[in-house]
């Protein structure tokens, strides 16, 4: 037992032996650390302002590191060396964990350190850069302005005190880096940069407006106002516009924008130059609208001047025609009426044709109004002639439609005598009333159909809804007529057939007694080949069948 007790004494003697030479080994490193190397080379070179307080900051943390986290590491370590040959191992690891951590803490410290000295040495190297950069881009500036400064107009002036602040900017930087303030160097460099951006983008803007300005939108206005006066000297005249005035104001702008131009005011010069663009494009559109209307009115002028006659003429004529055609029709869709409408129509284009040639003999025309008037005028002709065509192909029909009339009136008065001829052929004792009725009906609408068209002055729609009733109750008349002629010799052939039965067979005797009372006596035809029908199909069924067969049979081969 008092063997293991000192076996184990030994071993954790041992391992504390060790711990306690790696954390040594770990101090001596932190004290090589490469902080105190670049404290030593940021020292050399003389810092200033924000770079010597920030610099001053870090190597007095350092050096409070070194003097008081390492001196307390030393202790930690010297006497957990002598507790543990002492054996007291409880204190000795008590003792290590501290010296861990406080070892940890100065490695974390000291990694703080080092970064903030390295951005202090990295904040010099990035100045250096950014200097030289701005620099070049200054003297490649002035440069150019020396070299185009006539692109610039009165903009060259206040450029070049633009660049004489950069300059002074540039040297303020430079010496704040020279002399070891970083950080204020950045400041500047950092204002210095935006400074250059905003010179750069005026001397890239200015050069294209002020070309507008000084070149461009003079020559375009010269134009204009020569071509005004041209115009003005062949009497064109523009409607709601004072292009004098127009020309004059655009004039007082150029003046205007080209201050800005000196003041630096690039949005504001942009935006004038677009409003003058767009007015000058305005003034060119109006001149070229009305030269390119004057060459159509003038080529239009005849052509409507004879499309006008022309559609005056056709009225003249289809007046005319209508007033002849009332004489012996009734006109029914206010024809003639539409054509006296269309003839005011006519007459008051012509005046405002006239009106409009006044205007041009008159030297005050508006071409493009003059243009848009003849369009329209041109459109109004064609409406008008499309419906004086459609007057007069609708009445054209009117004797053709009377003609039509009478023939179908004929063919009626035919069709009459036909089927009053083909009734008495049968000579039947009398017709029924029905029939009569409307066979009488139907000749009186024949009558009245002649005595309208027999008319001095006929009304064609009428007739031609006579014609079409007429010629449905015809139709009906001829059926019930074939219907009248099949029954009443259908009934005769039965009668005839029925003889066979009707001494055997009462009721067939019966029914031939009442089929001659319905026959002979009623005019009853119908009623009477259903009663001597039924009756011999009861004796002898299909008797009925049989007989209508041989009947229609005979009937078709009467036809051939």
Known sequence: MVVAIYLGAIFYQRTNTNRIVQLNQAKEKL???????????????????????TFTKWSGEYDRLTKEKIGALNENLDEAAAANDKYQFIKTHRLLKEATETLENTQADLDDIGSALKDIA????????????????????????????FSYGPAEQALKDQLDVLEKDHDKAKQLANSGDQEGAANVLSKLETETAVLQDQMKRIPPRYNELANEFPAQITEIEQTNVKMQKAHFNFLDRDLD??????KQQIATTTTKVAKLQCDAVDSDNKEMESQIDSLYAVMEQEIDARQAVEQKEDDLSAF????????????????????SYDLTHDELSQS?????????????YEADLQKIADQTAVYSVVNTEFQDFAKQLTEIEKKQQAIHKNVAGLHKGEQVAQNSLQQFVSDMRTIKREVEELRLPGLP????DFFFVVSDEIKKLGNDLNQVKINLDDISKQLILTQQDINKLKQETNDLIDSALLTEQLLQYANRYRHSHPDVEAAVTQTHQ???????????????????????????????????????????
């Open 31 to 53: 004290t090589k650390s490469p902080v105190a190397t670049e404290i030593g080379n940021l020292r050399a070179q003389q810092l200033s302002g924000a770079s010597l307080k």
């Open 122 to 149: 990295a904040n010099a190297k990035a100045n250096q850069d950014e200097i030289q950069k701005l620099e070049g881009i200054y003297q490649e500036l002035r440069k150019h302005l020396l070299t185009k400064n």
């Open 245 to 250: 005035a127009e020309i004059a104001a655009l």
């Open 308 to 327: 006008i006659k022309h559609a005056d003429k056709q009225n003249r004529e289809l007046q005319a025609e209508l007033n002849h055609l009332t004489q």
């Open 340 to 352: 006296i409408a269309l003839k005011d129509q006519i007459d008051q284009l012509n005046n405002n």
């Open 433 to 436: 009333k029905d029939y009569l």
């Open 518 to 560: 319905l026959f002979d006596q009623k005019y009853e035809y119908k009623q009477a080949v259903d009663t001597i029908a039924t009756a011999l199909n009861k004796v002898e069924p299909g008797a009925y069948k049989k007989v209508e067969q041989n009947y229609y049979d005979q009937k078709q081969a009467d036809l051939f």
